[in-house]
């Protein structure tokens, strides 16, 4: 690698690009280091994929300024398509092929990159490298679009939801297999769903929405930002007498209340002090609890905090 000390991996300024009825990216600011994985994270419709297309160099942007290791893709395409991987939302590949020769084949487009039987053995297709393409598992595609992306031992990667649709253990292998990808320097773009994956992967995380990022740090930080710990979530089936939002919001240690389709959650810092006073409360006025759940804070209940949304709506 030839980074600069110090030098972003991909530095992004003003991004700027809408279409007829929509403003997909409206003035957005993110940088990636080396040795960093960058998570982006929003509803479908918050421009992460617009966003990822104007940085690897499929889109242009309608302002704003992008550098992927200083270089732009204005002046430096052909240098800048040997240092990138990518791995889009959906990755078509030939179903006739076999895993070693669409493997091959995209080894062909590089200059450098380690020998094919190396990337099989990389994502775990060994015994798959001579099946065809069409006869693979969802997540034996998932990791053979992951050997395309890795084929020219990329500095930066890109990757566009990578896990979505995968099982359980399909979707781990995948997580090891980028997790050792930050070796040595290299950076990551991130873009997902699943609070688990970027709470797992992601050394930071920009939360989109509406084409701007809202929020920014460490998945522990952005979690410290909403003052909670934990959320109780609970439910009377519509009892008469459940108390309201302003009465729920004067518990011991609750910081932030809400309703949504019947159902309250409330932001807490000390499980063991809401709690009971939440049980208190119901018995005084003789409401049922038909529900009671507590969990954890995560990156969605940050969402959630900011947006009054979650990250699944449309």
Known sequence: MDNLAGQPSLLVRGLRKAYKDVVAVAGLDLDVRPGECLG????????????????????????????????????????????????????????????????????????????????????ELQEKHAARVGSLSGGQKQRLAMACALVGEPDLLFLDEPTTGLD???????????????????????????????????????????????????????????????????????????????????????????????AFQLQVSELHRTVPALLDALDHRGVPLTELRTHSATLEDVFVSLTGRHLRDE
């Open 40 to 123: 982006l994270l929003g509803p479908n419709g918050a421009g992460k994929t617009t966003t990822l297309e104007i940085c690897e160099g499929l889109l242009e942007p309608d302002a704003g300024r992008v550098e992927l290791f200083g270089l732009n893709w204005n002046s430096h395409s052909r240098v800048l398509r040997q240092r990138l991987g990518i791995q889009l939302q959906e990755t078509q590949l030939s179903d006739k092929l076999t895993v070693a020769e669409t493997i091959r084949l995209f080894r062909s487009f590089y200059r450098n990159g380690p020998a094919v039987a190396e990337v099989i053995a990389l994502v």
């Open 168 to 262: 359980p253990q399909a979707r781990r292998q995948l997580w090891d297999l980028i997790a050792n990808f930050k070796t040595g320097g290299r950076a990551i773009v991130l873009t997902t769903h699943y609070m688990e994956e970027a709470e797992r992967l992601c050394d930071r995380v920009a939360i989109i929405d509406h084409g701007l990022i809202i929020a920014q740090g460490t998945p522990r930080e952005l979690i410290a930002s909403i003052g909670a710990v934990h959320v109780v979530e609970f439910s009377t089936g519509g009892a008469p007498g459940t108390p309201d939002l302003e009465c729920l919001s004067k518990l011991d240690g609750v910081h932030h209340v809400r309703a949504e389709n019947g």
